[in-house]
């Protein structure tokens, strides 16, 4: 187990974000200048001064691609979908969902918790998760609300946790990931959750709290800052969150601060495979869908190399294709995106080493 992982911990659990209303600069990070007067990170080419598109991956400002997440996300720990231009949980306007097409039908699928039964006992959100790769066993053995559907892989079973390891989850909702990585890591270990929606943090820590998991903190903050020490952790997961960050590159080189030399990257997250249309990449619901932001396998490779990683393997799952597609009534998702399992390794000697 890693000597040290939370350093401030108590004071850092509400480290309060870097954008919108927040404050910045959570203990830890190893970048204290996060704030950008609202917009989060933007990540610029030195060059060319101009912004990445990589970076956010989408057509949207970074601002603009933060508050829609958060807003998706909130709308959906607090127990229904939400689109991200005023309209309700429904779908609607008017709070009877009447005029559903634009953003119910561009909020379904993979980040969405959307559905009530999966058709064999279980909620949609069981039968989401059996579908993009958990067992059955695993899916029954959270606490109820743990799970919202939200994933597009899991990244446990790429992860090989250990007894006694310290496993960060980036992006960690209501703690889905989390729990079954604390069953790995067991009493020895700890897990820490990162989520900057704070409506998920406390749908979290209300699930930790029900089934009484002591091993398991989850604290508000953004991943491109994370309120974590240098080297404390031993593995970073992830489910399906990288892709909606406005500042990829960034996020990996602040995974890269937090793992301990020799500590590795397991997650699963959407690549994408072919241009998406410039009207969809500008549509706040499908950056927040998990569709308009996603980086190529190529992009990814590169911001992950730069951040010093090794032994970097993506690969895009063929039969994903299946449940990408379902993610939109509008339009076919797969056209773009599939998900992936994006796995990378820290240096033993943690920098430096040739790749
Ligand atoms: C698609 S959901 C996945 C949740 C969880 N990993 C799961 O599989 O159930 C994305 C989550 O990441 C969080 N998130 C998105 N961008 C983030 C960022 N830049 N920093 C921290 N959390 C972020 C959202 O608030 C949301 O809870």
């Known amino acids: ?15 309060p974000c870097c954008s919108d209303d927040r404050e910045p600069a959570p203990t830890g990070s190893s970048d204290e200048a996060c704030c950008d007067g609202g917009a989060g990170v933007t990540e610029r080419d030195s060059t060319t001064g101009s912004k990445s598109d990589a970076a956010t991956g989408s057509g949207l400002d970074p601002a603009a691609q933060r508050r829609a997440v958060r807003e998706r996300y909130a709308g959906i720990a607090t127990g229904g979908d939400a689109g991200t231009d005023g309209t309700d949980a429904t779908g609607g306007t008017d709070g009877t969902g009447s005029s559903t097409a634009a953003a119910g039908a561009s909020t379904g699928g993979c980040c969405s918790g959307e559905g009530t039964d999966d058709g064999c006992g279980g909620t949609a959100a069981d039968g989401t998760a059996r579908q993009v790769g958990y067992t059955a066993e695993e899916v029954d053995a959270v606490a109820d609300g743990a799970n919202l559907g939200l994933g597009c892989g899991n990244p446990g079973a790429i992860a090989d946790l250990e007894a006694g390891e310290v496993a960060l989850d980036l992006g960690s909702g209501a703690g889905f990931d989390c729990f079954l990585a604390a069953r790995e890591v067991g009493e020895s270990g700890s897990v820490i959750g990162v989520d900057m929606t704070p409506e998920m943090v406390e749908t979290a820590r209300a699930n930790a709290a029900d089934s009484d998991v002591g091993n398991v903190e989850f604290r508000l903050g953004e991943i491109e800052h994370l309120p974590v020490a240098d080297g404390s952790i031993d593995v970073v997961i992830s489910n399906c969150v990288i892709n909606l960050s ?23 997250d ?3 495979t072919a241009e998406v249309p410039s009207d969809l990449r500008a549509d706040p619901d499908s950056v927040a869908a998990c569709v308009a932001g996603a980086a190529t396998v190529d992009e990814l490779e590169s911001m992950l ?8 393997s993506i690969e895009p799952k063929a039969d994903s ?18 998900s992936a399992s994006i796995e990378a390794r820290k240096p033993d000697t943690g920098a430096g080493e040739e790749p």
């Open 1 to 15: 187990m890693s000597e040290d992982a939370s350093p401030g911990a108590a004071s850092d659990a509400d480290a």
């Open 246 to 268: 406005p500042a990829k590159p960034q996020v990996f080189r602040e995974a890269f601060r937090a793992l301990r030399p020799g500590g590795r990257l397991a997650v699963s």
């Open 270 to 272: 959407v690549v994408r």
């Open 305 to 312: 190399r730069d951040a010093g990683f090794v032994d970097a």
């Open 321 to 338: 294709e299946a449940f990408v597609r379902e993610w939109d009534d509008d339009h076919d998702p797969s056209e773009f995106v599939r």
